[in-house]
C-alpha cells in the first residue's frame, strides 16, 4: 500500500510540474528557468541541418516573462538565438520575439494555450516581411518536467496545390541539466 502511495505522489508531482495550460502565467515562465541541454533540426526546402547546443532560461519583467539565451552549434558555424516571451496582463495573452545571429528576420508572435494540441502556440510574422506570403506558427509543449520543444512552422499558400500548407521548418528539444 505504502509503495503505491508513493508512486502516485511521484506521479502526481511529475504531471504537475509539467508546462500545462496554466492560469496563473508565473508559474508558465517558472518552468523555462534554468539551463538546458538543446538539440535541433532545421528543414529550409532543400537544406536540411542539425546540431545541439544549450540554453539558460532567465525570468524578467517581475517573473512576466522569459528570456531563453540559444547557443547552437553546427558542424561550421555557431547560431545565437534569442527568445523572449512574455504576458499581457490586460490582453490575458502570451507574446514572444525571436532574434538570431544567422541573418533570419526578426519575429514577433502572440498566442496561448491550444486545448487541440496540448501546447501554446503562437502565430506572427517575421517583421518587415511581406504578410501575404507566409504566416509563422511556434508550438511549445513539454514531455515530462524536464523536457520540452519548441517547434517553427511555415504556413504558406501553395500556388501549385491551391491550398495553405504548414510545414515544419524548426525544432528545438530542451532537456534540464
Given amino acids: 500500500m505504502i509503495k503505491i502511495l508513493l508512486l502516485l505522489i511521484v506521479a502526481y508531482s511529475t504531471m504537475s510540474a509539467q508546462l500545462q495550460k496554466n492560469e496563473d502565467p508565473y508559474k508558465f515562465f517558472e518552468y523555462f528557468k534554468g539551463e538546458w541541454s ?5 528543414k529550409g526546402g532543400e537544406q536540411e541541418s542539425a546540431g545541439r547546443g544549450i540554453a539558460k532560461g532567465t525570468l524578467f519583467f517581475q517573473d512576466l516573462g522569459v528570456e531563453l539565451d540559444i547557443k547552437a552549434r553546427t558542424l561550421t558555424d555557431t547560431i545565437l538565438i534569442k527568445l523572449l516571451i512574455n504576458f ?3 490582453q490575458q495573452k502570451y507574446s514572444m520575439v525571436v532574434l538570431n545571429s544567422a541573418g533570419n528576420p526578426s519575429t514577433a508572435l502572440h498566442g496561448g494555450y491550444d486545448e487541440l494540441t496540448k501546447s501554446y502556440v503562437f502565430s506572427g510574422f517575421p517583421v518587415d516581411y511581406d504578410k501575404s506570403k507566409i504566416k509563422i506558427k511556434t508550438y511549445i509543449a513539454s514531455e515530462r518536467q524536464d523536457k520540452y520543444s519548441i517547434v517553427f512552422t ?3 499558400y501553395k500556388e501549385e496545390e ?3 500548407v504548414e510545414e515544419e521548418v524548426l525544432r528545438y ?5
Avoid at 173 to 177: I, N, Q, S, T
Fill in 88 to 90: 499581457d496582463k490586460t
Fill in 38 to 42: 538543446m538539440l535541433y533540426s532545421a
Fill in 173 to 177: 528539444v530542451f532537456v534540464k541539466l
Fill in 154 to 156: 511555415n504556413t504558406y
Fill in 162 to 164: 491551391k491550398k495553405v
